[in-house]
T-cell receptor
Framework: GQQVMQIPQYQHVQEGEDFTTYCNSS?????IQWYKQRPGGHPVFLIQ?????EVKKQKRLTFQFGEAKKNSSLHITATQTTDVGTYFC??????????????FGQGTILTVHP | GAGVSQTPSNKVTEKGKYVELRCDPI?????LYWYRQSLGQGPEFLIY????????DSGLPNDRFFAVRPEGSVSTLKIQRTERGDSAVYLC?????????????FGQGTRLTVV
């Protein structure tokens, strides 16, 4: 079945450094979503990418969807302590579902040292 | 309500007992999902409701797990004869409509511990 792989599993940075997490799918995705989960919290929707090669920005966060729509990345510029958490990518469920079932990657845990 | 509400927030139960986990989705959201998240992993799909019906229950691990949504709003996930391996955070999520790419809102989850 469809798998969504995410790397790295952990990333430790000093405050002010940049951070990138990568997401790869075994199949072409119609869209990809990104979520952030703070320690002890629940996943919170960040963004959705739909178009091949799409790039979207939210302040210091830049999201990209690959040309082949099989990979995606999230880049954070000049990390802050408020960026701490686990970042998940999620693609549509396997089997060509027509509804919002999600297949999540394993997540990248980001820690930021002040 | 303002967000997806789940109760209880924590549940400790003995092996073999029956538990019910409740989810109150955002008002007006027709699509409701249950996910299970183990430590260090991403959420894993369990079941999807469109209205009152379970449109996809392919993620339920076995027949000890069952979920209902009788009036198309509140949903209850039921686990019979709990096992230690059932320990996880159970997340409920809802979206306005059940379509690919719909923005999905998650509840805070119920942390289930089976001892």
């Amino acid at each position: 079945g469809q798998q969504v792989m995410q790397i790295p599993q952990y990333q430790h940075v000093q405050e002010g450094e940049d951070f990138t997490t990568y997401c790869n799918s075994s199949t072409t995705l119609s869209n990809i979503q990104w979520y952030k989960q703070r320690p002890g919290g629940h996943p919170v929707f960040l963004i959705q990418l739909v178009k091949s090669g799409e790039v979207k920005k939210q302040k210091r966060l830049t999201f990209q969807f690959g040309e082949a729509k099989k990979n995606s990345s999230l880049h954070i510029t000049a990390t802050q302590t408020t960026d701490v958490g686990t970042y998940f990518c999620a693609g549509p469920g396997a089997g060509g579902t027509s509804y919002g079932k999600l297949t999540f990657g394993q997540g990248t845990i980001l820690t930021v040292h002040p | 309500g303002a967000g997806v509400s789940q109760t209880p927030s924590n549940k400790v139960t003995e092996k073999g007992k029956y538990v019910e986990l409740r989810c109150d989705p955002i008002s007006g959201h027709t699509a409701l999902y249950w996910y299970r998240q183990s430590l260090g992993q991403g959420p894993e799909f369990l079941i999807y409701f469109q209205g009152t019906g379970a449109a996809d229950d392919s993620g339920l691990p076995n027949d000890r797990f069952f979920a209902v949504r009788p009036e198309g709003s509140v949903s209850t996930l039921k686990i019979q004869r709990t096992e230690r391996g059932d320990s996880a955070v159970y997340l409920c999520a809802s979206s306005l409509i059940g379509e690919v790419g719909a923005k999905t809102f998650f509840g805070q989850g119920t942390r289930l511990t089976v001892v």
